[in-house]
């Protein structure tokens, strides 16, 4: 059974750093593809980040590139998203996915993930 658990949330002020963590398990991690999205109040979850080893691409949604860093340790099964120059429009519930077929084409798209996590509130405060 696949779990995936995100972790590091929290109430911060604009300018301010976080780093989320999603533990993964029930899954070969280092063959699937992890990715982070987001849902803001009143908003459609909307892409983040994502990390394919199998494919070795990196994309970032252009609103966090240059912000936000995501990285995968395959030893660990944990994929973390290092946030720095928080936002008030980045708070968002923040939602680890997995895949483990998932083409360059569809990273950016929530249907191209199988696995979901249950979501860590971030908050920026301006």
């Known amino acids: 059974q696949v779990q995936l658990v995100e972790s590091g949330g929290g109430l911060v002020q604009a300018g301010d750093s976080l780093t989320l963590s999603c533990a993964a398990t029930?899954?070969?991690?280092?063959?699937?593809?992890m990715a982070w999205f987001r849902q803001g109040p009143g908003k459609e979850r909307e892409f983040v980040a994502c990390n394919s080893r199998r494919t070795g691409s990196i994309l970032y949604a252009d609103s966090v590139k240059g912000r936000f860093t995501i990285s995968r340790d395959n030893a660990k099964n944990t994929v973390i998203l290092q946030m720095n120059s928080l936002k008030p429009e980045d708070s968002a519930v923040y939602y680890c996915?997995?895949?483990?077929?998932?083409?360059?084409?569809?990273?950016?798209?929530?249907?191209?993930?199988?696995?979901w996590g249950q979501g860590t509130q971030v908050t920026v405060s301006s």
């Open positions: 029930g899954l070969t991690f280092s063959r699937y593809t």
């Open positions: 996915a997995a895949s483990a077929g998932v083409i360059v084409s569809q990273m950016r798209s929530q249907s191209g993930y199988d696995y």
